[in-house]
C-alpha cells in the first residue's frame, strides 16, 4: 500500500480536470458550483496528505482525505463524501491490502456512513446510484474466480451504468429534488464525481 498517495494524487488530479463539467453538470439542476468544491476539497487534501510523515498505512490516510473533504467542500458533498472516506478509515485493519476482500470492506463501510448521514438510498439520484453498483461488483458472489482487475474493470463499467441510471430518474435529494421531475434527463454531479473518483483509481491501478 505504499502507492496510496500516488493513487490519491491521481484521483485529484481527475477531480480538478473536471472541474468546470461537473460545474455545468451542477447548473442544470442545483447551485452549479459542485465542481469548484470538489477541485478546492481535493486541492487541500493533497495538501494535508503532502504533510503526513507516514502515508503507507491506508487508515490515517483515508481519515485525513475525510477530514478535509468536510473542512473544504462546500454544499452537501463534502460531509457526504467526507462521511464515506472517514467510514472507509474506521474499517481499516492489518488485513487491509489491495485485494477484493479489502476493496468490499471500505465501500460497505463508506455506503453505509453516505446512507445514514444523507438518509438516501439507491434510486435516489445520488451518488450512491454509482457506488452502491461499484460495490455490488466487490461482494462475494460476484468475484468467485476473477482476479481483482477483472472486479476493479466490470466496477468501472457499474459505475458509468450508475451515471447513465441518474439520468433516467427524477431527484429526490438535495437541491436536484426542488426541480423535481426536471431533474430527469440530467446526470447527478454526486454520481459523475463519484466516477471520475473510481476511475481514476482504476487507471492508476492498472499502471
Keep these: 500500500m505504499t502507492r496510496i498517495k500516488d493513487a490519491l494524487d491521481a484521483v485529484a488530479a ?6 468546470d463539467y461537473l460545474c455545468s453538470l451542477d447548473a442544470k439542476t442545483g447551485d452549479g458550483d459542485h465542481g469548484l468544491n470538489m477541485a478546492r476539497g481535493f486541492s487541500a487534501v493533497r495538501d494535508a496528505v503532502d504533510e503526513m510523515a507516514d502515508t503507507t498505512k491506508p487508515g490515517p490516510v483515508l481519515e485525513t482525505i475525510g477530514q478535509t473533504l468536510i473542512e473544504n467542500v462546500g454544499g452537501a458533498a463534502g460531509p457526504l463524501y467526507g462521511t464515506g472516506f472517514l467510514k472507509a478509515a474506521q474499517a481499516c485493519d492489518d488485513d487491509t491490502s489491495m485485494n477484493i476482500k479489502s476493496f468490499e470492506k ?9 446512507q445514514a448521514r444523507g438518509r438516501a438510498e439507491k434510486g435516489d439520484k445520488t451518488m450512491l446510484d454509482v457506488l452502491i453498483p461499484i460495490h455490488q461488483c466487490f461482494q462475494p458472489e460476484n468475484t ?6 477483472a472486479v476493479l474493470e466490470e466496477a468501472s463499467h457499474a459505475a458509468k451504468a450508475g451515471v447513465d441510471y441518474t439520468k433516467t430518474i427524477a431527484a429526490k435529494k438535495g437541491r436536484a429534488s426542488l426541480v423535481g421531475e426536471r ?7 454526486g454520481a459523475v464525481s463519484s466516477m471520475l473518483m473510481y476511475r481514476a483509481l482504476y487507471a492508476f491501478l492498472k499502471k
Design 14 to 19: 481527475a477531480i480538478i480536470a473536471q472541474k
Design 106 to 114: 471500505l465501500l460497505g463501510a463508506a455506503i453505509n456512513g453516505i
Design 144 to 149: 468467485e474466480g476473477k482476479s481483482l482487475f
Design 183 to 189: 431533474s430527469i434527463g440530467y446526470e447527478d454531479p
